[in-house]
């Protein structure tokens, strides 16, 4: 529910109910305002960091605020995609001998954590979680459609 819902449910109990209701319908509303403040704060460390490195990172309330660079053909790249191309492109072996005293869990854990960083936004979507559900979503279609044509899906179940 959002914090102005739950202001107005508070108000209008407010009329009608015990003081325990009250004070446990406030206790809610009070939650829900401290979220949308801690995501307004998160947003605005974002802002001045973008603002700091020349404006190149976008904050595009439309996409929830989730940090991206915008492509010449004016489409969205998230900060976490780059980051996992960079993943792709970085020598660990290096990584490692410049930093001795860690190991490869380390800094995959170091990644990954930047990734998810750059992941955050205003709506709470977790694009790991929709890109899941994409992929699972089009195995499906691609299954059905392999088997609408005979025997090849068993290619995609590993079937013999």
């Given amino acids: 529910m959002t914090p102005q ?8 109990s407010s009329s009608t109910g015990s003081m325990t209701s009250h004070l446990r319908d406030l206790t809610t509303a009070a939650k829900a305002f401290s979220e949308v403040t801690d995501r307004a704060s998160t947003i605005r460390q974002f802002m001045e960091c973008s603002i700091a490195t020349g404006e190149h990172v976008q904050l595009l309330p439309a996409m929830g605020y989730m940090p991206a660079l915008i492509g010449s053909d004016n489409e969205p790249v998230f900060l976490y995609q780059l980051i996992e ?11 490692l001998e410049e930093f001795p005293t860690l190991n490869f869990s380390q800094i ?24 899941e559900q994409f992929d699972a979503e089009f195995m499906n279609d691609l299954r059905q459609a392999f088997e609408e044509r005979g025997n090849v899906a068993r290619v995609l179940t590993h079937a013999d």
Avoid: C, H, W
Avoid at 85 to 95: A, F, H, K, R, T
Avoid at 108 to 131: C, H, T
């Fill in 5 to 12: 819902a739950e202001l107005e449910k508070l108000t209008i």
């Fill in 85 to 95: 191309m960079l993943e792709g492109y970085l020598d660990i072996d290096s990584l």
């Fill in 108 to 131: 995959a854990g170091a990644l990954s954590f930047i990734r998810k960083i750059a992941q955050i936004n205003s709506r709470l979507v977790d694009p790991d979680e929709l890109e």
